[in-house]
């Protein structure tokens, strides 16, 4: 597969400042539309043979993709989408997971309002940031994001389902107020959204599926606290430690 963007990818300081100011940005062609092609055919081609965690209408959920399809392990480690995190986060970064996400044609669902962090089992991560890559054209009419700006401080929430319409705004009643911002993706195009931006996805209502790829990243200083979660139950990790190891690789090491 064929990377045609330069390795030493920069975000301009108008982007950095956009995301820090309201807790997401877009990052048009953060991959080039061949590359989002080939992808969208390797990420149909990994959750056919993988499986999927969550197989409903709202999405067709694969988790750690990259550690079982090399295909697929080329856009998680993509340089470009781990020198923008860094560059967006402004501190050392480490791979917490990736996701391929499938909206399924037709009448899917929303994927409903949430925060990421509330559902993984971290401590001393101020910076989580995913990056939610648009493997074909996304608009608002086959499951685009949707943010709400400026929230990412609301650090106390609790996790909320992502199927219960009212769920997050039971938690938050004040951001049922604020303003939206809905963000259309053509392939290739990212947003990349801090861990406490409260966002929500659009249901499907084209004839064809919206594939996307998320890779999620974490302060390298995170710590374990022992919850549980379906990436870490498995690894026997000691509650205390830094998340390390071969599982969550420094954002560094694939900036090369
Ligand atoms: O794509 C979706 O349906 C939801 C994605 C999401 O919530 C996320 O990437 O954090």
């Given at each position: 597969?064929t990377?045609?963007a330069p390795?030493?990818f920069?975000?301009?300081?108008a982007?950095?400042a956009v995301y820090?100011r309201?807790?997401?940005?877009?990052?048009?062609?953060?991959?080039?539309?061949?590359?989002?092609?080939?992808?969208r055919?390797a990420a149909?081609?990994?959750t056919?043979?993988l499986?999927?965690?969550?197989?409903?209408?709202m999405f067709?959920?694969?988790v750690?993709?990259?550690?079982e399809?090399s295909a697929?392990?080329k856009l998680?480690?993509?340089?470009?989408?781990?020198?923008?995190a860094?560059?967006?986060?402004?501190?050392?970064l480490?791979?917490?997971?990736?996701?391929?996400?499938i909206?399924?044609?037709?009448?899917s669902?929303?994927?409903e309002?949430?925060q990421d962090?509330p559902?993984?089992?971290h401590?001393?991560?101020t910076?989580?940031?995913?990056?939610?890559?648009?493997?074909?054209d996304?608009?608002?009419?086959?499951?685009?994001?949707t943010?709400?700006p400026e929230?990412?401080?609301?650090t106390?929430l609790?996790?909320t389902s992502?199927?219960a319409?009212?769920?997050?705004?039971?938690?938050?009643p004040?951001l049922?107020?604020?303003?939206?911002?809905t963000?259309?993706?053509?392939?290739?195009?990212?947003?990349?959204?801090?861990?406490?931006?409260?966002h929500?996805?659009?249901?499907?209502?084209?004839?064809?599926a919206r594939?996307?790829h998320?890779v999620?990243?974490?302060d390298?200083?995170?710590i374990?606290?022992?919850?549980k979660h379906?990436?870490t139950?498995?690894l026997?990790l000691?509650a205390?430690?830094?998340?390390?190891g071969e599982?969550?690789?420094?954002?560094?090491?694939?900036?090369?």
């Amino acid at each position: 597969m064929t990377q045609t963007a330069p390795a030493a990818f920069s975000v301009s300081p108008a982007l950095k400042a956009v995301y820090q100011r309201d807790g997401f940005v877009h990052v048009p062609s953060i991959i080039s539309r061949e590359e989002a092609s080939e992808f969208r055919a390797a990420a149909l081609s990994a959750t056919a043979r993988l499986g999927a965690i969550s197989d409903n209408a709202m999405f067709r959920q694969s988790v750690n993709v990259w550690r079982e399809d090399s295909a697929m392990a080329k856009l998680t480690q993509h340089p470009n989408v781990a020198a923008a995190a860094e560059q967006l986060a402004g501190v050392a970064l480490r791979l917490w997971h990736d996701q391929i996400l499938i909206k399924p044609a037709l009448s899917s669902k929303p994927t409903e309002f949430h925060q990421d962090q509330p559902y993984w089992p971290h401590s001393a991560s101020t910076h989580p940031i995913s990056a939610w890559i648009a493997l074909v054209d996304v608009p608002v009419e086959r499951g685009c994001m949707t943010f709400i700006p400026e929230a990412q401080g609301r650090t106390e929430l609790p996790p909320t389902s992502l199927a219960a319409q009212q769920g997050f705004f039971d938690v938050a009643p004040d951001l049922m107020w604020s303003a939206r911002v809905t963000v259309p993706l053509r392939a290739g195009d990212c947003t990349f959204h801090h861990g406490r931006c409260p966002h929500m996805a659009t249901p499907n209502f084209t004839d064809e599926a919206r594939v996307a790829h998320v890779v999620i990243f974490v302060d390298a200083a995170t710590i374990y606290t022992g919850s549980k979660h379906v990436v870490t139950d498995p690894l026997g990790l000691e509650a205390g430690a830094v998340l390390d190891g071969e599982m969550f690789p420094r954002a560094s090491s694939f900036t090369r």
